[in-house]
């Protein structure tokens, strides 16, 4: 069964600075990888995905995805107050049904200090 | 963007009595999934549902879960009868298509079972 963790569970980050968030899984199928935000009394929103190895950059954001080494990574640089928030990583392994189940991690908490 | 609705936003039953929880997906998608979340716990998959039929579900969608969105209508979680243990969070998603595509989630129901 897949295993999805992340770390640190909690990050204090300067207005301006760099955040960066880890995801580890365990199953080798996977194939589809994803970063959600959550912002208090709101439903998770999909930041970013990742399907390919290497870095994808998406403004301030970059993932990094290493299959091989199962590990998802998330930056965010220049961060801004409206970046506080709760991050998931979400993995959906490779499937030939209809329908993704996401696997997500427990989150970390992200605060931006002015 | 795109918005997923679900109503209500709380509901508070007593064990035994039977709830039904519904979501208003984006409107062209044609995927459907339950998440549930226990307070301090990972976000876990239920089930999806696609062409009126449940094309996946976990060990958590217990035989007294059933799901179904009649006639395009919302889509909807019936739990019958409540326990203790099913008082968590329940987020619903949909997406346009499986693979690659982004999952839309609502804001959740918060089901809380005395």
């Known amino acids: 069964q897949q295993k999805v963790q992340q770390s640190p569970e909690s990050l204090i980050v300067p207005e301006g600075g760099m955040a960066s968030l880890n995801c580890t899984f365990s199953?080798?199928?996977?194939?589809y990888f994803w970063w959600y935000r959550q912002h208090s009394g709101e439903g998770p929103k999909a930041l970013m995905?990742?399907?390919?190895?290497g870095d994808k950059k998406e403004g301030r954001f970059t993932a990094h995805l290493n299959k091989a080494s199962l590990y998802v990574s998330l930056h965010i640089k220049d961060s801004q107050p409206s970046d506080s928030a709760l991050y998931f990583c979400?993995?959906?392994?490779?499937?030939?049904?209809?329908?993704?189940?996401?696997?997500f991690g427990i989150g970390t908490r992200v605060l931006v200090r002015p | 963007g795109p918005k997923v609705l679900q109503i209500p936003s709380h509901q508070i039953i007593d064990m035994g009595q039977m709830v039904t929880l519904n979501c208003d997906p984006v409107s062209n998608h044609l995927y459907f999934y339950w998440y549930k979340q226990i307070l301090g716990q990972q976000m876990e998959f239920l089930v999806n549902f696609y062409n009126g039929k449940v094309m996946e579900k976990s060990k958590l969608f217990k035989d007294q879960f059933s799901v179904e969105r009649p006639d395009g209508s919302y889509f909807t979680l019936k739990i019958q009868p409540t326990a203790l243990e099913d008082s968590a969070v329940y987020f619903c998603a949909s997406s346009w298509a499986w693979g690659g595509y982004e999952q839309y989630f609502g804001p959740g129901t918060r089901l809380t079972v005395l």
């Open positions: 995905s990742i399907f390919s190895n």
């Open positions: 979400a993995v959906s392994p490779m499937t030939n049904s209809a329908g993704n189940k996401l696997t």
């Open positions: 199953d080798r199928n996977s194939q």
